[in-house]
C-alpha cells in the first residue's frame, strides 16, 4: 500500500472512531445532546455537519497556506477561521430553509449552533496544528464528521428504543443520556487498540 494512501487511512479511522471528536475530545456536546433526539433528525445534522466541517477544512486550510501564512499572520487564524465557518452554516442554512423545510424546522436553533459548534473550529486549528495539508485536512474534516455523525446517530437510537423503557424516575430525562453517552465514549475506547 503506498505511503500516501496508507497516511491518508490512518487519518480517517483515527478521526472517525478512534480520536472521536465528541466521544474522546468532548467538542460539539450542544447539538450532540439536543439533536440525538430522533434518527432522522440527527442523520440531517450529521449530514450539514459533514458538510461544513470538510468544506471549513478545506477553505480553511486554503487561506491558511496561501494567505495568512505567506503575509506572516497566522496568529488571526481563529478570527479568520470563526469567519469562515460563520459564512459555511449560513450557507447550508439558507439551502436547508429553500430545498428541506421539514429538516430545517426540526434542527431548528441547532441550525445556527453548528457556527459556534466547538468541533468545527477545533478541527480546522488540528489542521493546522498537525500540520496537514489541503488534502489531509479534508480528508481529516471528513473523518471526524463521518465520526461525529456515527456518534449522534448511535445516541439517538439509543434515545428512541428508551422512551419505551421503565427509567427509574431520577434518571429521566438528561441523567439517563449523560449515562448513555459515557457508556458510548468507554465502548469506543475499545476502538484505541487498533494498529496499523
Known amino acids: 500500500m503506498s505511503g500516501s494512501i496508507r497516511e491518508l487511512l490512518i487519518i480517517l479511522i483515527s478521526s472517525s472512531l478512534i480520536s472521536n471528536v465528541v466521544l474522546s475530545q468532548f467538542l ?5 445532546l439536543g439533536v440525538s433526539k430522533k434518527v432522522n433528525t440527527a ?3 450529521g449530514a450539514a455537519i459533514i458538510f461544513v466541517i470538510t468544506l471549513a477544512s478545506i477553505v ?4 491558511y ?4 501564512t505567506p503575509l506572516h499572520v497566522e496568529y488571526l487564524q481563529t478570527i479568520v477561521f470563526i469567519l469562515v465557518i460563520a459564512a459555511l452554516v449560513q450557507f447550508v442554512e439558507m439551502f436547508l430553509k429553500k430545498f428541506m423545510p421539514p429538516l430545517y424546522n426540526a434542527l431548528g436553533v441547532y ?3 453548528i457556527t459556534t459548534n466547538c468541533a468545527v473550529l477545533g478541527v480546522a486549528i488540528k489542521n493546522v496544528q498537525n500540520e496537514y495539508g489541503i488534502l ?3 480528508v481529516n474534516g471528513f473523518a471526524t464528521a463521518v465520526g461525529f ?8 437510537s439509543i434515545r428512541e428504543k428508551m422512551e419505551y423503557n421503565d427509567i427509574p424516575e431520577s434518571f429521566k430525562g438528561m441523567p439517563i443520556v449523560l449515562i448513555s453517552a459515557g457508556l458510548m465514549a468507554i465502548a469506543f475506547c475499545g476502538f484505541s487498540g487498533i494498529s496499523f
Open 136 to 138: 489531509y485536512g479534508a
Open 60 to 63: 480553511t486550510g486554503c487561506i
Open 43 to 45: 442523520a440531517g445534522m
Open 149 to 156: 455523525t456515527i456518534a449522534i446517530v448511535i445516541l439517538a
Open 65 to 68: 497556506r496561501f494567505l495568512l
Open 28 to 32: 460539539g456536546l450542544c447539538p450532540f
Open 111 to 113: 441550525l445556527p449552533l
